[in-house]
């Protein structure tokens, strides 16, 4: 093993009042990531462009030297749930989600709160493939807490819009139904019409479902939508990392290191059994660390390069949760980075440590804001001491997109 990516997902963000004008990465108490940096280089990437906000799926495929317009989020995580796909299988990746009511389609919340648990989803899944009914063969799979997927069996295209707020151009407070981007392409239309109706049906099992009028009771948001994003009708030709391992398991990640040729290494995600999903993402942090740890040991001498992506940082930027953003950094660098400092020590490993985006707190999401770069050789060292947006601004590496990033940091060797 010669080279070591780890990206740090959503981890880096802008200056919050709570920490006196300092970001995150700034406040984070990371001694032995910061070792890589006291020895290494630092830069600053656009991993799009100036404009563009990542997503994290176009974010990854950019990442991994591909043009970021390749990316079919839906396929990918398709890829994940095993389901077998051909071209023309229209598959999307899904939000279990709360919305008032068909007729207002305001959002209340994208996410039914992060309280649904996966008893709860896997029953909704079966509910919704045992009574929708559509004039095509379709399955529905529930994957990780509030995710899913959904796959129309046919042949479809997916020059189709988002049925999703947050990814779609109109945004705001209420979803739009699905539209064809051609408004004279037939196959489009239908498309969209089996969608759209998929939604509604969607509802109508959801809304007044046992599960949904217990959790009203208890005061919890009712999982009674199904937002929709990334449509995809075949698996996209990445660029192939065949002597490479990814040690990855949440389904996006999975998806596109299948694609991307890399052989992958996952365990069970926990399953969220109570509405904490706090208690459930650092189980699932600890179970990753300790999970990373074991197959780069084992695996050291079988694969040229590995690829780790810690998901859960980017879900306290979502929430606001600038603290629960410090803590899971704190807790990755006393368990995994002391590890890695340790396992590369008189080995001639490069470690390349970087984020896919940046999900500001305040913010609630992801901005275009350039990420931190982080390069490790053993050799070659600039002034950066520390893991962080200001570092990276001053770093040798200079400022540079993501299409360049495997070459910047010669992990295309």
């Known amino acids: 093993m010669k080279k070591i990516l ?12 709570c920490f006196g004008g300092k970001t995150v990465l700034d406040v984070a108490e990371t001694p032995n990531l910061d070792y890589f940096c006291e020895k290494g280089k630092m830069g600053n990437m656009y991993v799009i462009n100036e404009k563009k906000i990542p997503g994290s799926d176009d974010a990854i495929v950019s990442i991994l030297g591909n043009n970021p317009l390749l990316s079919r989020r839906g396929v990918f995580e398709a890829l994940f749930t095993g389901i077998k796909i051909k071209r023309g299988d229209l598959c999307m990746r899904t939000n279990f989600g709360t919305i008032d009511n068909l007729t207002s389609r305001k959002v209340i919340d994208r996410r039914a709160g992060r309280t649904l648990t996966t008893k709860e989803a896997k029953i909704f899944a079966k509910d919704l493939n045992d009574n929708i009914k559509l004039p095509c063969k379709f399955e529905f799979k529930p994957t990780i807490q509030h995710r899913g997927v959904l796959v129309l069996k046919g042949g479809f295209l997916d020059n189709i819009s988002n049925i999703d707020p947050e990814h779609t151009k109109q945004g705001g407070s209420r979803f739009v139904f699905s539209k064809p981007f051609d408004d004279e392409d037939e196959i489009a239309k239908y498309t ?22 217990e959790r009203r009771r208890k005061g919890l948001l009712p999982a009674n939508m199904l937002f929709m994003r990334g449509p995809g009708i075949e698996i996209p030709k990445l660029k192939k990392y065949r002597s490479w391992v990814s040690i990855n398991s949440m389904p996006l990640e999975v998806g596109i290191s299948k694609a991307s040729g890399m052989n992958c290494f996952s365990f069970p995600y926990p399953k969220l059994k109570k509405i904490d999903v706090y208690d459930n993402l650092y189980d699932a942090l600890n179970k990753s660390i300790k999970f990373a740890i074991k197959i780069i040991k084992k695996q050291q ?20 949760k600038p603290y629960e953003k410090k803590n899971m950094l704190e807790m990755i660098d006393k368990r995994f980075f002391s590890f890695l400092r340790k396992f590369v020590k008189g080995k001639d490993i490069r470690v390349v440590v970087t984020c896919d985006h940046s999900t500001p707190c305040r913010l609630k999401a992801h901005s275009a ?8 050789d053993g050799n ?7 893991f962080c947006e200001r570092e990276a601004r001053k770093g040798s590496l200079g400022l540079f997109y993501g299409k360049d990033f495997m070459r910047k940091t010669k992990l295309d060797g």
């Not at 969209?192 to 939604?199: A, G, K, P, T």
């Not at 070659?380 to 520390?386: R, T, Y």
């Open 301 to 320: 001498k079988n694969y040229l390069g590995c690829y780790i992506q810690f998901k859960e940082t980017d879900v306290p930027g979502h929430d606001n």
């Open 369 to 376: 804001d350039p990420v931190p770069v982080l390069v490790f």
């Open 6 to 17: 780890v990206i740090l997902d959503g981890a880096s963000g802008l200056p919050e009042n």
């Open 192 to 213: 969209c019409n089996l969608l759209n109706d998929f939604v509604v049906q969607a509802f109508n099992v959801l809304d007044n479902h046992s599960i949904n009028i």
């Open 380 to 386: 070659h060292k600039d002034e950066s001491v520390k």
